[in-house]
């Protein structure tokens, strides 16, 4: 290969490059003389057959892959080898392309994340950010773009290349296909709350109310838990599926269900409740547009969840961190002989559960709901719970007490509002998992854009361009996909190993995927071996789908409790909050939280703690 950049500058180079794959691009076929007389000799001797017309053979080339001019002209050719030879074969027309004149020319191509001690990474520089982020309303700052180099001017113009009219009729063709979506919005629903709360209880009892599992099935499941001395367990195997979660009464896996009402479609994301398994806690409260967050109002199992250490805590701040816009607060086994319905217990539950989500960040007035049900019995759930049961719901829901009207959990689901869904933004799904079922099957929450079978997207970090040539919402093929749908997606050309977990499939503009991000952090808890948070400290990055190790490479300044600011702090502690430098050992496709909401948001844990959530407050400038 040519690598010498005095030898780049010179057109005729091009032609040099494929000299050693033995191809003359400028040969042309030999064609024997019609006219020449035919050799006798002069003694007999068999005439030879006549030797077969060969066949032009198909153009090879042993040029490596990673060249840049090679991959440039495969990227202008659409993928096409002969096409791509083709066009090396004409260098002055070559070079009417902006993108081969600047890779001629010498111009290095710097890729997003790959900064070093650059002006932002500066204390001067991150003041001005440091000053707004009270609010956490920093726009993100952008570099403008250098000019384009100016392409030698050449004889004749070539025509503009194929791939991007059709690509645009693709998209025209997309616009007006709205046949076969549902005109029901869609909901995704995570059940959060500590263990034996009765989120699979409840999760199970929704799905046998909506008829979405039989009678038969309910009666097998009765008979299993009755097997096992756990009779109140049966509405919970409908969604605790494995043998190991049914022995232990514990759920592992996100489980998942769906069902629907007259007004929107619902899937349910049960999340496990032990500490254990808060990572894919973490993955469901990540889809979630309502965090249903069961509270147990038996006597001691309240106390007991949400003291110190227990999960209640832990997953009312994760979903809030992880964009969970509504919150509905269910007081579950009201029907507990400890309880009985009593208007006193619920209200106790209602009154320590305030303070708590007020300092989460959640506005109580206007984002969280409360309401009693019994997730066995199914009393408020699809049906209103009976007066004689309970006398003081239904003046209670009358009068709007606890920001709450809707006098069943159903109800009161339905009349949640979602308008910050922009279906006209960019494309962002972050995936959550994938497989192989002939071809590479991708699968995510739809977080804004709309996604269509036939588009050209791109996924993050690895900055590779595929086609979508398959789209399901649940088990049903679509055309399309807006937010808030939970889709399969079908990426032509790309095996499991190019979209994994954490990856963001995006149309233009694209996301970003950086290894270094500005952010402000709160710090909520600790390891017990290391109280203080300094420069140095390692813990897991966890954003949207994605998770990295990380590490605290600088901290800026630091605001305790009390409301004073230290700028040349060296340590943050419990909390505190702190204008930090994180740096991730991979890149991870991230953006600023005021640009993208659920793109800058992030936790991080260590040692099976939560020590910290925090939003992105600025990225590295992009290199051009």
């Known amino acids: 290969n040519v690598t010498d950049s005095s030898t780049l500058l010179d057109p005729n180079s091009i032609h040099q490059r494929f000299k050693m794959s033995g191809f003359n691009p400028n040969a042309a076929s030999w064609t024997p003389n019609a006219t020449a007389a035919s050799w006798t000799p002069s003694v007999p001797a068999p005439v030879p057959a006549p030797a077969p017309v060969v066949e032009a053979a198909p153009m090879e080339t042993d040029m490596d892959e990673n060249d840049p001019l090679w991959k440039a002209v495969l990227k202008i050719a659409n993928n096409d080898t002969d096409k791509a030879q083709r066009l090396i074969a004409n260098p002055d027309a070559l070079l009417q392309y902006p993108e081969i004149a600047a ?32 609010q956490m309303n920093i726009e993100e700052e952008t570099t403008p773009p250098k000019p384009a180099p100016v392409p030698a001017p050449v004889p004749a113009p070539v025509p503009a290349p194929e791939p991007a009219k059709e690509e645009v009729v693709e998209e025209a063709e997309d616009d007006g296909d709205d046949d076969d979506c549902d005109p029901r919005e869609h909901v995704n629903l995570v059940f ?13 009892n929704i799905l046998y109310l909506t008829d979405n599992v039989d009678k038969r099935t309910i009666e ?82 309240f106390e007991t969840g949400f003291d110190r250490g227990g999960q209640t805590r832990e997953h009312a701040m994760l979903a809030k961190t992880l964009g969970v816009t509504h919150l509905v607060v269910v007081i579950n086994k009201m029907d507990d002989p400890t309880v009985q319905w009593k208007k006193e217990r619920y209200d106790e539950c209602i009154g320590k559960l305030k303070p708590f989500l007020k300092s989460c960040g959640y506005k109580i007035k206007k984002e969280v709901k409360f309401i009693p049900i019994s997730g066995l019995t199914g009393a408020n759930v699809l049906d209103e719970v009976s007066p004689s049961e309970c006398k003081w719901w239904k003046p209670a829901y009358t009068k709007a007490e606890n920001n709450t009207s809707s006098n069943t959990f159903i109800g009161l689901l339905d009349s949640f509002q979602f308008p910050d869904r922009d279906a006209s933004a960019s494309v962002r ?46 088990e049903e093929p679509v055309k399309k996909a807006k937010p808030g749908e939970n889709v399969l997606v079908k990426v032509h050309g790309a095996g499991t190993e190019d979209v994994q977990k954490g990856f963001v499939i995006c149309s233009p503009p694209y996301c970003r995927a950086v290894t270094k991000l500005i952010c402000e952090l709160a710090i909520l808890d600790m390891p017990d071996n290391q109280p203080i948070l300094t420069a140095g400290f390692n813990a897991i990055f966890h954003c949207h789908c994605a998770e990295e190790e990380c590490e605290i490479v600088k901290i800026f300044e630091t605001t305790d409790r009390k409301g004073k600011t230290n700028k040349n ?39 099976g703690k939560t020590i910290g959530i925090g939003k992105i407050v600025k990225l590295p400038p992009k290199k051009d």
């Open 429 to 474: 799904l972050p995936v959550l998992d994938r497989y192989s079922d002939r071809g590479t099957i991708a699968m995510g929450k739809v977080e804004s854009g709309t996604i269509r079978e036939g588009m050209k997207v791109m996924v993050m970090p690895t900055r590779n361009e595929y086609k979508i040539t398959g789209l399901w919402a649940g």
């Open 192 to 204: 959060i709350g500590h263990v034996d709360a009765g989120k699979s209880t409840l999760s199970g």
């Open 569 to 607: 702090a060296a340590f943050a502690s419990i909390g505190m909050r702190t204008v930090c430098m994180v740096e991730t050992t991979r890149s991870v496709p991230v953006d600023t939280f005021s640009h993208q909401p659920m793109m800058g948001r992030f936790t991080l844990r260590t040692e």
């Open 220 to 301: 097998k499941y009765e008979r299993e838990a009755k097997e096992l001395n756990r009779e109140s367990w049966f509405l919970a195997f409908i969604m605790d599926t494995n043998d190991e979660e049914r022995a232990k009464g514990k759920t592992v896996e996100v489980g998942r269900a769906t069902f629907n009402t007259e007004v929107k479609r619902y899937t349910i994301l049960d999340a496990p409740g032990h500490k254990n398994y808060v990572p894919n806690m973490i993955m469901g409260a990540s889809q979630a547009d309502v965090g249903v967050l069961v509270i147990s109002a038996r006597k001691g199992e």
């Open 103 to 134: 890779l001629m020319a010498g111009d290095d191509v710097v890729m997003e994340g790959e900064s070093g001690e650059a002006d932002w990474e500066k204390v001067d520089a991150v003041e001005a950010v440091i000053e707004k982020t009270e």
